[in-house]
């Protein structure tokens, strides 16, 4: 099968016959399967799918509301597509355009293509605004220069997209995850449009989530297989920092100088187990990813391709 188009819907039970329509008639010259993933939706979402889906559909329900990236990955999971499209089930996103970027992917020799809203219609405040800072800090603090990291719309090779390791609520670092992958990637224009039915699921709210997961994101970019360089070198300098200060006040108190009401000598016991705790969580760390490795038999690594002479 050519494509899969993955679309995690929650409560959007007046927009699927449009949903459905719009599939049709952009995808009508592709092989091609529709995975919709109900995130436990309380309306009348999964009947109306049920009623109106096309043959070479199919619906996951689950048993209740885990989050889109959650979702998504049930939704590639189960897809059987050599490219799988992630889109969003509000018809905000256009499929017409994922003809436009498999093109792209297939004439660039791309595994991702992502799409980047051109004209986005939504809220300037409580959308716009927000998602322009969290993209701009995103970009800065990984390196992972992709311009809207918000944009549901893309397009990845199977082998990609079913080993980005989705979780939480890590769909908005896709592009990340990309590239710890090692996939080529690039981001194209798509349409976007304003909202038909219902109102978006997703507000203000979620800032706090997304700064959160930068946090993590930022973490294991870097340090992800290798922890003890951070929480090392973080300790040895907090540790000699705090042994200076402690052994500048023994040379004070030899001289015959009272330090027993000094800050200086808390700051630097403090500095000192703070030390000591940092390498010791280093050391914790560097076995739990150990053992995460070795436990399911994973490689650090992912092998491209081996080329055999005899």
Not at 34 to 63: C, F, K, Y
Not at 124 to 149: C, E, G, Q, W
Not at 216 to 238: A, C, E, N, R, Y
């Amino acid at each position: 099968m050519k494509l899969s188009v993955v679309i995690p819907v929650m409560n959007e039970a007046e927009s699927i016959t449009a949903l459905f329509e719009a599939l049709d008639k952009a995808l009508g010259g592709i092989d091609h399967e529709i995975v919709l993933v109900d995130d436990g939706s309380t309306d009348s979402t999964v009947s109306e799918i049920t009623r109106l889906a096309p043959p070479h559909s199919r619906l996951v329900v689950l048993n209740k509301n885990y989050g889109q990236t959650t979702a998504m990955a049930a939704g590639i999971d189960e897809a059987h597509g050599d490219l799988i499209a992630t889109m969003d089930g509000d018809l905000q996103n256009d499929p017409a355009d994922i003809p436009m970027m498999i093109r792209h992917l297939e004439e660039q020799g791309l595994d991702v293509v992502v799409g980047r809203r051109s004209g986005r219609k939504d809220g300037m405040f409580m959308r716009k605004i927000p998602s322009k800072i969290a993209n701009a800090l995103i970009r800065n603090l990984t390196n992972v220069h992709i311009r809207d990291y918000g944009c549901t719309l893309k397009v990845f090779r199977q082998e990609v997209a079913k080993n980005l390791g989705l979780y939480g609520e890590l769909h908005r670092f896709i592009p990340v995850l990309v590239q710890l992958y090692g996939a080529r990637m690039e981001e194209v224009d798509v349409r976007h449009h304003a909202r038909r039915f219902g109102k978006s699921k997703y507000g203000i709210g979620r800032t706090l989530k997304v700064m959160s997961d930068l946090l993590f994101m930022v973490f294991f970019q870097k340090w992800g297989q290798k922890p003890m360089h951070l929480f090392g070198s973080l300790g040895f300098i907090t540790l000699f920092a705090g042994l200076a200060i402690n052994l500048y006040l023994l040379v004070v108190k030899i001289l015959g100088q009272e330090i027993g009401g000094r800050p200086l000598l808390t700051l630097g016991v403090i500095m000192t187990f703070i030390g000591i705790q940092l390498i010791t969580t280093g050391f914790i760390a560097e076995f739990i990813m150990r053992t995460y490795y070795e436990s399911q038999n994973k490689k650090p690594y992912i092998i491209k391709q081996i080329v055999d002479k005899d």
